[in-house]
C-alpha cells in the first residue's frame, strides 16, 4: 500500500490498556494479602505494581513476606483473580481499532505482565488471537521493565526500533519502551497516573481508546 507511516510494528499491553481489569487485578493483590494476614496495599500500590511478572509483584506488594511463602500469596492472588476473569471486558472501540489497525496493514503485538497461559484464555475469550502477529508474555524471558519483551518481538517481526511503538498504560510500559530504544504512548485510563507517565515523555498521553485510536490513524 502506498500510506506513508512512521512505524511499523505497534505492540500493546494488554491489561489497562486493551481490556478494563486494573480494579480487579489490584482487588485480587489485595484479598490474597488479606488471606495470608499480610499488610493489605492500597489502591495505588496495588495498581502500582500492575504490568509487572507476577513474582515482582508480589515481592513489591508484600517485601517482608519470605520468599518461601510466594507460591501461596501467588495461590491466593490467582484463586480471586480468575473467579471474575471471565468478565473482564474490552475498552470500548478496542475491538474496532484493532481491526482498523490489522487492516491497514500495520503488524500488532502484545507485551504483557500476563503468563502465557493467562494470555492464550484472555486472547479466546475477547476472540482477538488473529489480531497479532506475535507477543511475549512475563513467564517467557525477562519481564517488564527489562527490554527483551520488546527486543524479542521486534526481532521476531524483523523491524527496528525506531520503527516500533509501545502502548501501555503503566510507567513500566514506557521504561521497557525507552530502554529497548522504541517510541511509545501512554494510556492514562488504566493503572498509572498521567503525572508518573508523564515522567518518561511519551510521544502522546491518551485518556481513552477513541483518543488513542484517533492519534494512531494521524500519527503511527
Request: glycine share 10%; charged share 20%.
Amino acid at each position: 500500500m502506498s500510506e506513508r507511516r512512521r512505524f511499523r510494528l505497534l505492540v500493546f499491553d494488554w491489561d489497562g490498556t486493551l481490556v478494563d481489569s486494573t480494579a480487579i487485578i489490584a482487588g485480587a493483590i489485595q484479598r490474597a494479602c488479606m488471606d495470608l494476614g499480610l499488610p493489605v496495599p492500597d489502591d495505588e500500590a496495588a495498581r502500582f505494581v500492575i504490568g509487572l511478572g507476577l513474582a515482582d509483584a508480589l515481592r513489591h506488594v508484600a517485601p517482608s513476606l519470605p520468599a518461601a511463602d510466594y507460591p501461596q500469596l501467588s495461590e491466593r492472588y490467582r484463586h480471586h483473580y480468575l473467579a471474575r476473569d471471565p468478565e473482564i471486558p474490552l475498552f470500548a472501540g478496542a475491538r474496532e481499532m484493532l481491526a482498523e489497525l490489522d487492516a491497514r496493514g500495520f503488524l500488532l503485538g502484545i507485551a504483557t505482565g500476563k503468563s502465557r497461559v493467562g494470555l492464550t484464555r484472555a486472547l479466546t475469550q475477547q476472540g482477538l488471537a488473529h489480531r497479532f502477529v506475535a507477543s511475549r508474555c512475563a513467564d517467557e524471558g525477562f519481564p517488564k521493565p527489562h527490554p527483551d519483551m520488546l527486543l524479542s518481538l521486534m526481532d521476531r517481526c524483523g523491524v527496528e526500533p525506531g520503527e516500533t511503538l509501545m502502548i501501555g498504560d503503566t510507567t513500566h510500559d514506557l521504561e521497557l519502551a525507552r530502554n529497548a530504544r522504541a517510541s511509545a504512548v501512554a494510556v492514562t485510563y488504566g493503572a498509572h497516573g498521567a503525572a508518573g507517565l508523564a515522567g518518561f515523555s511519551p510521544l502522546a498521553t491518551v485518556s481513552s481508546v477513541g483518543e488513542l485510536h484517533a492519534w494512531l490513524t494521524a500519527n503511527a
